[in-house]
C-alpha cells in the first residue's frame, strides 16, 4: 500500500490518475484516483500497488490527467529503519520502498525477495570473524524460539574448499562466529575471496550474507573494514557491487 498526503493549490478533479513508470523500460501503470470532493489545501490517498503488476526497479511517480503528466515532488525521504524491520518480517517476492530522488521527486524503488541474512555488524575480535543480524523475508517470528543453524563459508575460485560453524538464531536474529585459523587451513596455499551463507532450521533455503535494508547505497565504494593478519596473511570483509557480504584473503 502506497499512502500519499498531498498539499495542493487545486482539488484532484475527476479522472486524475496516479501515473507510476518504469525508469529502464518507460512502462507505465496508473490508477484512477477520481476526486477528493471539495477544495482543499491537502489530500491523504492510499494505492494498492499489488494489482498493478509492478516488476523489479526504479519507478518514477507522476499525476495525470487529460493527457497532462506532472512528476510529483516529495520532502519526505520515505525512509525508517524500524519501518524496515517490521516489513521485512513477512514473507514476501517483492520488496517495495518509496524515497526521493536526489531533485525531490518521489519514486519506488523495487527489488526481488528471497529470504537472506541482513548483516547488522561485523568484527574481528581474538582471531574470529563475528556477524549478527536480521533474517529478513522468512516469515519466521521475532520471538524467543531458537532454530537451529549453520554458517558456511565457500571459497569462490572452487567449491572445494568450504568451512562451516554453527549459529545462534533467535527468533529472527542471528549471530555467528568462525576463527580466522580455520578458513587460512581450508585453503593454505591461495588468496581468494571466500562467500558466507547461512542455512535455518524451518527456511527452505540456504540464505546469503548481505546488507540491503538501510539507507546506505554502493557499501562496496563507502564502507572499508581494516584487516586483520593471521600468520602474515591480511584477512578482510567488504562488500559486493550487489551489497553481498565476502571475506577476502590475502592479496
Known amino acids: 500500500m502506497l499512502s500519499l498526503r498531498l498539499a495542493i493549490e487545486e482539488p484532484l478533479v475527476d479522472g486524475t490518475e496516479l ?3 518504469h ?5 507505465e501503470r496508473g490508477v ?17 500497488l499489488a494489482p498493478l503488476v509492478l516488476t523489479a526497479g526504479r519507478w518514477d511517480a507522476y499525476l495525470r490527467h487529460d493527457g497532462k503528466r ?6 519526505d525521504p520515505g525512509f525508517s529503519l524500524d519501518h524496515l524491520d517490521a516489513y521485512a518480517l513477512c ?15 518521489l519514486a519506488l524503488k523495487i527489488d526481488d525477495a528471497s529470504p537472506s541474512a541482513e548483516v547488522r555488524a561485523i568484527w574481528f575480535r581474538e582471531g574470529r570473524f563475528e556477524v549478527t543480524g536480521l533474517l529478513a523475508f522468512t516469515g519466521l517470528d521475532d520471538d524467543d524460539c531458537r532454530h537451529e543453524a549453520r554458517l558456511a563459508l565457500h571459497r569462490r575460485q572452487s567449491e572445494d574448499f568450504m568451512t562451516r560453524t554453527s549459529a545462534t538464531v533467535q527468533g529472527v536474529r542471528f549471530h555467528a562466529a568462525f576463527s580466522l585459523v580455520d578458513v587460512l587451513a581450508a585453503d593454505p596455499d591461495g588468496a581468494g575471496t571466500w562467500e558466507p551463507s547461512l ?18 547505497d554502493g557499501k562496496r565504494r563507502r564502507l572499508h573494514y581494516p584487516s586483520a593478519r593471521i600468520d602474515g596473511v591480511p584477512i578482510r570483509p567488504c562488500y559486493t557491487a550487489d551489497d553481498e557480504l565476502r571475506i577476502e584473503v590475502g592479496g
Open 19 to 21: 501515473v507510476l513508470r
Open 199 to 216: 542455512k535455518v532450521e524451518g527456511v527452505p533455503t540456504t540464505m546469503k550474507l548481505g546488507s540491503r535494508l538501510d539507507d546506505i
Open 91 to 105: 514473507r514476501r517476492t517483492l520488496a517495495y520502498r518509496s524515497y526521493r530522488t536526489r531533485n525531490g521527486f
Open 32 to 48: 484512477l484516483l477520481g476526486t477528493p470532493g471539495a477544495r482543499a489545501s491537502e489530500a491523504t490517498l492510499a494505492v494498492s
Open 23 to 27: 525508469r529502464a523500460t518507460g512502462v
Open 70 to 75: 506532472m512528476r510529483l515532488r516529495s520532502v
